[in-house]
């Protein structure tokens, strides 16, 4: 056969059997050795997967939800993945999904109500819910201690979790009928009862029957036979607290734990960002507790050298509208007169009637109604975390930090968007209950969260018919 020496075609290297690349000799199994490794983090889009801003070709790769075999149609943006393959060239080999929690939602903690931060308490455990959480046939608002949900996301350096993905399971929990697990720490430990924070399980008919002991990270499925009571479990097994893949390649979507000069920790690996360029342009620094990608190579066990550094910060900016522009080479669009960067990560959610599952930039057309979650970068233009298209809805909706207020005027900024109001423009707070323009005025400050809905003033501004604050 004619063997390919260029290291740079790397789809042709991954398309070829194993057989091949040993006939074709050590320089295609140095190019394949050195596109080979990881990425774990949020799916972000279809066609074939999107997982840390990476395209992953997925035919021929082996998939599997929950443990068992599945397909690409199987997997949701929002889902924490874990693939394996060539990183470099796209080529996915495995990927694998594993959700973190089923169970029922046993409290909300929700201070600010137009906030989209709150913390959720299901099965004992915290899941914290940000502006990134994607909800799969619910929502923060909608969200009651009756649902039954599945989570998946990122583990903190405190044990809780920070939810990517939140979908119903059902609207009413039923303790003995439905089947619920949860994976975590070890937190005590008394015969065959297992705590994990306030959850007892009992282990006696598992695998772990007097195998637990405190600081374990176990899995659990079983049953309650009361609501808040004891999980029965039926089956209980050791998870992994580390990644088992093997590198050189790593890219990594995850929390940071703590920050010692140019070292990061990031689940359970240490991470030498001093040779790393940074991704994003929001001009914040990162701190324990920020969400960042990695992308660079294994320097041992449980040690990466970063090349580039991205951080994820908090998606506070909503604006519902139509998109004014498109240009699918800088891939940016305009709403409301507001130019707004697509990333390489940025989540693309099709949920109008034309429901397209592999949608991206060049499917978009102006007049489109767009939904986008984004963020202020250094430079003041808009970032998007999430695009979302839906059907017309006939009004602009602009959510975000005030500025600029002139209480005077009765006008305010949101984003860099001016926002005026008109005589009928109704005042009221997070509750519902009405104010007048002046008693709205007086209850708001720079960096209050409001969120204004109207109309385009055709001057790039917004003119409300409603404002609402905290």
């Known amino acids: 056969m004619n063997c390919l020496t260029n290291t740079t075609i790397k789809t042709a290297l991954a ?27 949020t799916a972000s889009g279809y066609g074939s997967v999107y997982v840390n801003g990476t395209r992953f070709t997925t035919n021929t790769a082996a ?4 443990g068992a075999p599945a397909s690409e149609a199987d997997l ?11 990183v470099l060239a796209g080529v996915a080999q495995q990927i694998r999904y594993d959700r973190d929690l089923r169970g029922p939602v046993d409290a909300i903690d929700r201070p600010n109500p137009l906030s989209s931060n709150a913390t959720l308490t299901v ?6 819910v940000d502006s990134r959480t994607r909800y799969v046939g619910t929502d923060l608002g909608s969200l009651d201690t009756d649902n039954s949900i599945d989570v998946s996301g990122l583990r903190a350096a405190d044990g809780s979790l920070r939810a990517t993905l ?12 439905e089947r619920v697990d949860v994976e975590g720490v070890v937190t005590a430990v008394s015969g065959n009862l297992a705590s994990l924070g306030s959850l007892q399980i009992d282990l006696a008919g598992t695998a772990l029957a007097g195998q637990a002991t405190t600081g374990d990270r176990i899995e659990a499925f079983g049953q309650q036979a009361n609501r808040g009571g004891v999980l029965v479990a039926d089956q209980a097994q050791f998870a992994p607290s580390e990644r088992n893949a093997a590198g050189p390649q790593v890219q990594l979507d995850g929390l940071v734990g703590t920050v010692a000069g140019d070292t990061l920790s990031i689940a359970g690996l240490q991470v030498d960002t001093s040779g790393a360029s940074r991704g994003d342009t929001s001009g914040l620094p990162i701190t324990a507790g920020s969400r960042v990608i990695i992308a660079g190579t294994e320097t041992g066990a449980t040690s990466v050298s970063a090349s580039r550094l991205t951080l994820l910060p908090p998606a506070d900016i909503h604006l519902t509208g139509s998109v004014g522009s498109i240009s699918t080479v800088s891939q940016q669009i305009s709403v409301l007169g507001q130019t707004i960067e697509l990333l390489p990560h940025t989540q693309f959610i099709d949920d109008s009637n034309a429901n397209l599952r592999r949608f991206r930039t060049a499917d978009l057309n102006v007049g489109d109604t767009v939904e986008l979650l984004a963020y202020q970068t250094a430079d003041n233009t808009l970032a998007a975390a999430r695009l979302r298209r839906i059907d017309p809805v006939g009004s602009i909706t602009l959510a975000g930090e005030a ?24 005042f009221t707070d997070a ?18 969260l409001v969120e204004a809905v109207g109309s385009g003033d055709g001057l790039g501004g917004l003119r409300a018919d409603r404002l609402t604050r905290p």
């Open 63 to 66: 998939i599997s939800v929950d």
């Open 403 to 426: 500025s600029d207020i002139d209480a005077a005027n009765e006008r305010l900024r949101l984003a860099g968007v001016l926002i005026s109001t008109r005589p009928t423009t109704v």
């Open 76 to 86: 949701e943006i929002g889902m924490q993945l874990q693939v394996d393959g060539d």
């Open 166 to 177: 939140v979908q119903l399971r059902s609207s009413l929990y039923t303790a003995g009928a």
């Open 123 to 128: 099965l004992g455990q915290s899941v914290m």
């Open 15 to 41: 398309s070829l059997g194993a057989s091949a690349l040993a006939a074709c000799g050590g320089v295609l199994q140095l190019a394949e050795i050195e596109g080979s490794g990881y990425s774990d983090g």
């Open 431 to 448: 509750d519902g209950n009405l104010e007048t323009g002046n008693q709205f005025f007086a209850n708001i400050d720079n960096g209050s």
